[in-house]
């Protein structure tokens, strides 16, 4: 199998910190190919265990070069959020950008870390809307699961948007736990 050396670029939130990494990537998952194949699930689950596997190995070093602070409560903190962004589908530069949280043990902060990269995301697509209809995708975004944490096929909740399923047997399995944020960020 054919491949080509991407850079996965990992911006860690409250830090001066990038840290540059080097994979070597499928054809199949570069730039021609990845144009017409955004709106397949296979496409998008082998491209998200490459993105998966990257940032597991660099996890590492990501949590190192974050900040030890949560970003919204000040805590220490006891996990990384990282989030990927697909740019393989561009022909002269494909790459892989990976913004980095550090997050406490909080739901609340992880709900408000997540929300806080939506408005990123949707920032990131307005600024790269596609030339021509029959362009591909500006990104592609990878949101999993909140149970099982498989991305492929996944939908937001449709009330706060800051959390995804892959059907309505996890979004029930854990609708008794996201309810409160899920009402809380809404005022109800």
Same mark, same amino acid.
């Given at each position: 199998?054919?491949?080509? /050396?991407? /850079? ?59 900040? /030890? ?24 530069? /494909? ?54 944490? =498989? ?27 996201? =309810? ?9």
């Amino acid at each position: 199998m054919a491949t080509r /050396p991407i /850079p996965f670029e990992f911006y860690c939130k409250n830090s001066s910190k990038k840290l540059t990494y080097t994979h070597d990537i499928p054809n199949s998952l570069i730039a021609v190919g990845a144009k017409f194949a955004q709106s397949d699930a296979g496409y998008i689950d082998r491209v998200q265990n490459v993105i998966e596997a990257a940032m597991k190995e660099h996890e590492p070093a990501c949590r190192a070069a974050s900040n /030890p602070r949560c970003g919204i409560c000040g805590s220490p903190t006891t996990k990384i959020r990282q989030t990927p962004v697909s740019w393989l589908h561009v022909e002269d530069d /494909p790459s892989v950008c990976v913004w980095v949280h550090g997050v406490c043990d909080t739901r609340e902060c992880d709900i408000q870390t997540q929300r806080q990269m939506q408005g990123v995301m949707a920032q990131v697509a307005r600024d790269n809307q596609p030339q021509s209809a029959s362009a591909p995708k500006a990104l592609v975004e990878f949101m999993a699961c909140k149970v099982c944490h =498989k991305a492929a096929g996944t939908k937001r909740c449709a009330r706060c948007k800051a959390v995804a399923y892959c059907g309505k047997e996890h979004q029930k399995k854990d609708w008794n736990m996201h =309810k409160r944020e899920c009402f809380e960020d809404r005022g109800t």
